[in-house]
């Protein structure tokens, strides 16, 4: 089960984690042709923005940016403690609360997302919140694990 394997957990979370970026960036370049940013050469350009297209395309730049400044430390963090974790002589409940973390960084970076792009607060600061502590779990776990595997 993908649950009970660091490794496989991680193999599945680091794709899903670069297909929301995908995601969040091909909307990006989507809301920046709508709203006439695009370069003369794009054929669906708009010429005439209104305003409304203007703050759309600038709340998806904040969230690709804010994408493109997170993302690779979460993927550092879930990579690093998967790979910490990975020795037998780390206990199944650092495994589990692990492997917690990461399903958990995943679910609140994605929903940080759509409720940034929704524009509710405060939902957006608590969401970062969150995924910030699993990021910092994660980076705890790390030394940990590491401690506990050359122990023995």
Same mark, same amino acid.
């Given at each position: 089960?993908?649950?009970?394997?660091? *490794?496989?957990?991680?193999? *599945?979370?680091?794709?899903?984690?670069?297909?929301?970026?995908?995601? /969040?960036?091909?909307?990006?370049? /989507?809301? @920046?042709?709508?709203?006439?940013?695009?370069?003369?050469?794009?054929?669906?350009?708009?010429?005439?923005? /209104? &305003?409304?297209?203007?703050?759309?395309?600038?709340?998806?730049?904040?969230?690709?940016?804010?994408?493109?400044?997170?993302?690779? $430390?979460?993927? $550092? &963090?879930?990579?690093?403690?998967?790979? &910490?974790?990975?020795?037998? $002589?780390?206990?199944?409940?650092?495994?589990?609360?692990?492997?917690?973390?990461?399903?958990?960084?995943?679910?609140?970076? /994605?929903?940080?997302?759509?409720?940034?792009?929704?524009? *509710?607060?405060?939902?957006?600061?608590?969401?970062?919140?969150?995924? @910030?502590?699993?990021?910092?779990?994660?980076?705890?776990?790390?030394?940990? &694990?590491?401690?506990?595997?050359?122990?023995?």
């Amino acid at each position: 089960m993908p649950l009970e394997d660091p *490794i496989l957990a991680a193999s *599945i979370l680091v794709p899903l984690l670069m297909v929301k970026a995908w995601a /969040t960036f091909g909307f990006q370049g /989507t809301m @920046q042709r709508r709203a006439g940013k695009g370069v003369k050469e794009d054929w669906n350009r708009n010429d005439a923005p /209104t &305003a409304e297209d203007q703050e759309t395309c600038d709340r998806w730049l904040r969230i690709s940016q804010n994408d493109l400044e997170n993302l690779p $430390f979460g993927i $550092f &963090a879930i990579l690093f403690s998967a790979f &910490a974790t990975f020795s037998p $002589f780390v206990s199944d409940g650092v495994r589990g609360f692990q492997i917690a973390c990461q399903v958990l960084y995943v679910c609140f970076r /994605t929903a940080h997302t759509v409720v940034m792009a929704l524009g *509710i607060q405060p939902w957006r600061t608590v969401l970062y919140f969150l995924a @910030q502590a699993m990021f910092v779990c994660m980076l705890l776990i790390i030394p940990i &694990a590491t401690f506990a595997a050359f122990r023995r």
